[in-house]
């Protein structure tokens, strides 16, 4: 090959960071394309996915924690503190019940409780549940880690990949002696979309949740994942 057309070859692909103009991030994405000064990946999906977490600055990077339908993050994320109820059977916003609080109907987030929409402006927004099961069905998910940070990567049905980071969900565990912890190997972001359905109906949302920490280097996820809304969690956009 000349040198003509080696750099040619290079200029077709570049390093996906989470703006235009930070381009220091080693990822291994191909950087499909920007719109409202965010990058998203073309996965070969129904809508296309942001290389980065809301409120990172590069892919590797976890971003802000959210518990779902709020906007700012916090310290804590616990039932005590969740703006849209009082306890679990008192929920006033998001609730589609009378038994568990004040029915409204409402089973996906509104526009000002979506922090993609608000963090990122333009046509961003938070993926529904179905699009979070195209990447659990249609993608292979491996362990994987970036600039020493573990998590996994994505890749769709077209060959391209992103990194998802570890560390990105928060929760309290332990009973006499709590500990707060954010564990390298689990991570996710959150569903726009309310579960109505089981026993854990009103009072959880859709999410895509991954486990890295499986014997044989495998990570686990499912389908139709559901994480309790007051719990913190990173948010990742989509646009179509």
């Known amino acids: 090959m000349n040198v003509s057309k080696f750099l040619l070859a290079v200029s077709l692909f570049t390093i996906a960071s989470c703006s235009s103009d930070d381009d220091k991030d080693v990822t291994g994405q ?3 394309g920007e719109t409202n000064g965010y990058q998203y990946v073309d996965l070969g999906l129904s809508v296309k996915w942001a290389t980065c977490n809301v409120g990172a600055t590069s892919p590797h990077e976890t971003g802000n924690l959210y518990a779902w339908g709020e906007v700012s993050p916090k310290e804590e994320y616990l039932s005590t503190n969740y703006k849209y109820w009082t306890d679990i059977r008192n929920i006033t916003k998001y ?13 996906t987030l ?14 961003w927004r938070m993926p529904t549940i179905k699009e979070i099961n195209e990447l659990c069905s249609l993608c292979t998910i491996k362990r994987d880690t970036l600039n020493n940070v573990p998590g996994i990567s994505v890749t769709g049905p077209n060959g391209n990949n992103m990194f998802v980071p570890g560390g990105t969900y928060w929760q309290k565990s ?23 359905k089981y026993e854990q109906r009103q009072t959880c949302a859709y999410a895509f949740h991954f486990n ?6 495998g990570v686990a996820y499912e389908n139709n994942s559901t994480k309790i809304r007051y719990e913190g969690l990173a948010c990742r956009g989509v646009i179509e």
């Open 110 to 123: 509104t526009p000002e409780d979506d922090v993609v929409r608000m963090k990122m402006g333009g046509d």
């Open 30 to 32: 191909q950087q499909i």
């Open 212 to 217: 890295t920490n499986i014997k044989g280097s």
């Open 95 to 107: 609730c589609t019940d009378s038994s568990f609080g004040t029915v409204d109907n409402l089973a």
């Open 174 to 196: 332990g009973y006499s002696n709590p500990i707060y912890n954010t564990m390298d190997y689990y991570g996710g972001f959150w569903a726009v979309d309310l579960c109505t």
